[in-house]
């Protein structure tokens, strides 16, 4: 026991040789293989993640397309209304230009 108590800090040199050294290997190997593995994907991913984000951006476009066309409908419904407006106001006119124009006829019996 005397020889334990002398060495200690051999024991622990052996300890840390045997079980921590083994250990740190195994887990920079695995974060090797691991940092492969990610680089791989991130290089399988990034054409159709490119290509989605074009999508995305395309769709974008058409929704601001519709936008301005919903817009521009708007514009045109709400000159559409004015026009009929005036264009009842006419007819209104016209019809008491007619009925106007027809009072000598109702005196004669027509």
């Known amino acids: 026991m005397d020889w334990l108590t002398d060495h200690l800090v051999m024991l622990a ?3 840390l040789g045997v079980l921590v050294l083994p250990t740190l290997v195994w887990a920079a190997v695995r974060g090797l ?37 919903q817009a521009e409908r708007e514009q ?11 264009l009842g106001v006419l007819a209104q006119h016209a019809l008491a230009a007619q009925r106007v124009l027809r009072s000598p006829l109702r005196y004669i019996g027509l």
């Open 33 to 69: 293989w691991l940092l492969r593995l990610v680089k791989r994907e991130r290089r399988r991913v990034e054409g159709p993640a490119a290509m989605l984000q074009a999508s995305v951006e395309q769709a974008q476009k058409a929704a601001d397309r519709v936008s301005a066309l």
């Open 76 to 86: 045109e419904l709400e000159r559409l209304k004015t026009e009929v407006a005036r």
């Open 13 to 15: 040199a052996i300890a």
